[in-house]
């Protein structure tokens, strides 16, 4: 089973920035899909952006093109989210996943999980 660790959570202003990164163990030799999920107080989880293995293509939520860039080190097995122009609206706990196969963007389709990581982006 992957296992799969998040860090550089914390508290930025608004119009801050933040690297998200998330380490995985425990891999087979197949192919994974790698996403962010991130879930605020009172909401769903929700899709934030994904890279696929095989052909590193990104998808984005709408919301945060042109201001989030999903990529991956394949060598150290660590997938990053780094984050720019920062709203308030984008605080929420972020949650790394991962998938055999191709890149989806629904919670239900993601195996694996990482505790998550606080971000909060004050006003």
């Known amino acids: 089973q992957v296992q799969l660790v998040e860090s550089g959570g914390g508290l930025v202003q608004a119009g801050g920035s933040l690297r998200l990164s998330c380490a995985a163990s425990g891999r087979t030799g197949s192919t994974y899909a790698m996403a962010w999920f991130r879930q605020a107080p009172g909401k769903e989880r929700q899709f934030v952006a994904a890279?696929?293995?095989?052909?590193?293509?990104?998808y984005y939520l709408d919301s945060v093109k042109g201001r989030f860039i999903i990529s991956r080190d394949n060598a150290k097995n660590t997938v990053y989210l780094q984050m720019a122009s920062l709203k308030p609206e984008d605080t929420a706990v972020y949650y790394c996943a991962s998938r055999t196969g191709e890149v989806r963007t629904t919670r239900n389709e993601y195996d694996n999980w990482g505790q998550g990581t606080q971000v909060t982006v004050s006003s």
């Open positions: 890279i696929s293995e095989s052909t590193g293509s990104t």
